[in-house]
């Protein structure tokens, strides 16, 4: 099977990359063919970047490069501002290309909220209507689309998780970060930007000091050049001028993969006070280095947690403050949520795992003729 994928794509910084590299490394592990068509920027074995964010002719560029590789089936990777203005609108005439050549589509949609604003039902209702399969990564997500759309279309949807990798935690992290001995560490890390509320837990960090004296605060984030600079200045003036402010330590510069990993590994739990979220990548690394995780009570998060014990879950910041003391005072509950994570990772979410539904959901659109002789796929 020849899969062809639209994404942005590493060396490019983008959580959507990321995904796209580790999702087509897991289909190459199952003997799939496949090749990325990418933004300008994007690189690696059979990545062919043709076409930028802005280009008024994407959808013919980027239809134009996939077709010359002859793809079974097309999968592209959906998230506003990728696919050009108007909120990424030239994604709908892409998709219908390939449809019009016969080409079945797959389109994984990254951000789905429970409450649609209209420039979103819009885009999604001229998605679902073209693509053959729809691919999002919670049940919420699904159901929210139910309360909105004809069955007709709905029952294209296909919810798959995000995966996550199997990982060991980094030996020494706190060390090789020059962070302090014998600290626990509460680590927020990620993109600074105003849905993150990171700020919500530098204020309420002096409390968890009064109450656990041997914590520090890491945070561990850069703005994506130059978006959200407003928010990065206010962050560092709410630090500049907290109480706790000797306890709070900043990690600045390129984090790339490995040195992401290490900051994970020296975290001994990991706050995640978002605001807004549908899913999180960050979320499903946290879970595969079995680190206990704190997380708001927003849709995608408190789906993936709360019922199964992997993390704690809170609705307010007095819970916040509660929760967070919680984990790093409580040894058994740490290592009870640490458990049920990497058991989670290893027995749902795991890239292996996530590759084979994507490979099952291709072949439920692959054409196969109507013989009454025998059909064999092959790889």
């Known amino acids: 099977m020849r899969v062809g994928f639209i994404s942005t794509y590493p060396p490019i910084e983008c ?5 796209t590299q580790y999702l087509t490394e897991a289909l190459r592990e199952k003997r799939t063919d496949v090749y990325i068509v990418s933004h300008m920027g994007g690189a690696g074995p059979q990545v062919f970047p043709c076409f930028d964010y802005e280009d008024g002719d994407l959808a013919d560029k ?24 108007n909120k990424g609108v030239a994604v709908i005439p892409l998709i219908v290309q390939f449809r019009l050549a ?3 589509v797959v389109t994984t949609l990254h951000t789905v909220y429970p409450e649609m604003p209209e420039a979103h039902r819009i885009l999604y209702q001229a998605i679902l209507s073209n693509s053959t399969r729809v691919i999002v990564h919670e049940h919420y997500q699904e159901k929210a689309f139910q309360s909105i759309f004809d069955k007709t279309l709905t029952d294209k949807i296909r919810v798959i998780p995000h995966g996550s990798r199997e990982l060991q935690i980094v030996p020494n992290a706190k060390r090789q970060l020059n962070l302090p001995k014998g600290k626990k560490i ?16 530098v204020d309420i960090f002096p409390e968890i000091l009064k109450q656990c004296p041997d914590a520090i605060l890491v945070i561990a984030g850069k703005t994506r050049g130059r978006e959200h600079l407003d928010y990065r200045k206010m962050l560092f003036d709410r630090i500049e001028r907290s109480t706790a402010k000797d306890s709070i330590y900043l990690i600045r510069g390129q984090i790339p993969q490995n040195v992401f990993d290490t900051i994970i590994s020296a975290a001994d739990t990991i706050v995640l006070p978002y ?19 704190v997380t708001s009570n927003c ?30 005072s409580d040894e058994r509950l740490s290592q009870n949520l640490s458990n049920n994570a ?21 072949k439920e659109v692959m054409e196969v003729p109507n013989f009454s002789s025998h059909v064999i796929l092959v790889d």
């Open 102 to 104: 016969g080409i079945p």
């Open 342 to 362: 990497r058991t989670y990772v290893q027995n749902e979410i795991s890239w292996s795992r996530i590759a084979q539904l994507h490979l099952d959901t291709y």
């Open 15 to 19: 959580g959507i990359a990321t995904y």
């Open 275 to 293: 605001k807004m979220n549908s899913q999180s990548g960050i979320l499903a690394h946290c879970l595969a280095f079995g680190k206990p995780v």
């Open 299 to 328: 849709g995608a998060m408190q789906e993936i947690l709360f019922e199964s014990e992997r993390g704690l879950v809170y609705s307010n910041p007095a819970e916040c403050i509660e929760k967070i003391v919680k984990v790093l």
């Open 62 to 85: 980027a239809f134009s490069m996939m077709t010359r590789f002859t793809p079974d089936v097309v999968h592209i990777q959906h998230e506003f501002g990728l696919f050009g203005k």
């Open 186 to 201: 509460i680590l927020l890390v990620g993109y600074l930007r105003p849905s993150k509320n990171f700020e919500l837990v």
